[in-house]
C-alpha cells in the first residue's frame, strides 16, 4: 500500500485548510486510517483516526472540536479538515494504515504504512 498525502500549504492562524490522503497499490476498505503530525525538533504525534466504516473515531485532545477526520466516498481516500488553524499547528502532515482493526489507533506503532507527509504552515 502507498500512501500519499496532499493538501498543506501556508495559512494565516483562524484559517483552515483540507487534507487529503490518496492510498494506492490495494484496496484498503478494511484499514483503520490516521493522521499524525511532527514539528521541527519533536517526535511525530497522533492528530486523528478512523476506522474504515467510520464507526469508529479518535482526535487527539489539543484538536478536538477543530478537525474533523473523514472518509471519501471511494473508500482509497481520508480527508482531515482543519479549522481554527495556531501557529502550534505548524507541522509536517502524514497519514497512515493499518488492516486488521475495528478501533481507531492512536499509537504509531499500530500502524503499517505510511505517507510522505505534506507541509502545513500557520502563521501568527
Known amino acids: 500500500v502507498q500512501l500519499q498525502a496532499f493538501g498543506g500549504g501556508l495559512v494565516q492562524a483562524g484559517g483552515s485548510l483540507r487534507l487529503s490522503c490518496v492510498a494506492s497499490g490495494r484496496t484498503i476498505n478494511s484499514y483503520t486510517m490516521g493522521w499524525f503530525r511532527q514539528a521541527p525538533g519533536k517526535e511525530r504525534e497522533f492528530v486523528a483516526s478512523i476506522t474504515w466504516s467510520g464507526g469508529d473515531i479518535d482526535y487527539a485532545d489539543s484538536v478536538k472540536g477543530r478537525f474533523t477526520i473523514s472518509r471519501g466516498n471511494v473508500k482509497n481516500t481520508m480527508y482531515l479538515q482543519m479549522n481554527s488553524l495556531k501557529p502550534e499547528d505548524t507541522a509536517v502532515y502524514h497519514c497512515?494504515?493499518?488492516?486488521?482493526?475495528?478501533?481507531?489507533?492512536?499509537?504509531?506503532?499500530?500502524?503499517?504504512?505510511w505517507g510522505q507527509g505534506t507541509q502545513v504552515t500557520v502563521s501568527s
Open positions: 497512515a494504515a493499518t488492516r486488521g482493526s475495528s478501533y481507531a489507533i492512536k499509537t504509531i506503532q499500530g500502524y503499517d504504512y
